[in-house]
């Protein structure tokens, strides 16, 4: 197999309680990409569509992740990277790591699968850390693995795969503007009162349980961040009210995906996350900023050949 087109999926990371550990992968958001292998060594970009962004693979989030991967194999060939471009970056739902996941886990196959997930994460953060200046793995890790995952170390890199209901759907918007992982960390604090981070390692640990054992009821009350979500908040324009409206309307929970300013929610059914979808389109609808909505199933299987 000399070319490969693969589907690099939406992710939301934080899931409220979860700051930079943990995440989960969306199904029907995401970016196209092909890898095919060259006789010209080293990694070239060659396509781009969507948004504009750096042939330069030294520049590109993919490029940088696939220049980590190729340094540690020997081979006698390249790798040529298309990319068609669905998330938009800045969004909050893990545009740079679909690229960073997309170009590496394309590579791998094209291999013979050489690399585990764990490995491919890691080649992944080279590249995750070109746009955000610092490396995590919350995005890459659901993206690979798909489902729900928790970043238990960085050094070394240890994920763990959580287990999600079968029945738990996810309702995203986005409105469009853009807010650079960078900036939003940088108006965190730098320390946290100790009752507040009580709090939220009590929710992290309830909500992992919840998913464990699927008790709606405890991941309802547990998606509460009082750590990121009072400072990143203020950020995106009317989230007091599309988080209000959604819980409102049968939301189990919602919260800031990312960096922002995109606006999760995760709900029990279909049915419920499109009544959760209307309610946030509503807040939007009244002001002048354009908005995309996303009803997605929890994806379970991440990064996916097309």
Known sequence: MNEIKIFSPATVANVACGFDVLGFCLDNVGDDMIIRKTNKKGIHITKIEGYDLPYEAELNVAGVSALAMYAAIDVDFGFEIEIYKNIKPGSGIGSSAASAVG?????????????????????????EALASKCEHADNLAPA????????????????????????LYATIIHPQIEIK???SRAILPKEVPLGHA????????????????????????SLNDVVVEPHRSQLIPKFSLVKEAALIHGALGAGISGSGPS???LCKGLEAANKVREAMQNVYSKTDIAFDIHVSKINTNGVKII
């Open 263 to 265: 606006i999760f929610s």
């Open 181 to 183: 992982t960078s900036e």
């Open 198 to 221: 009580i709090e939220q390692w009590a929710n992290l640990g309830s909500l992992v349980h919840a998913l464990h054992t699927s008790d709606y009821k405890l991941i309802s009350n």
């Open 144 to 167: 690979l693995f798909g489902g729900f995952t928790l970043v238990k170390s960085i050094s070394p890199l240890q994920i763990l795969e959580i287990p999600s209901p079968d029945d």
């Open 103 to 127: 170009s590496v886990f394309g590579m791998n196959e094209l291999l013979g699968k050489p690399f585990n997930k764990t490995q491919l994460t890691e080649f992944a953060i080279k590249g």
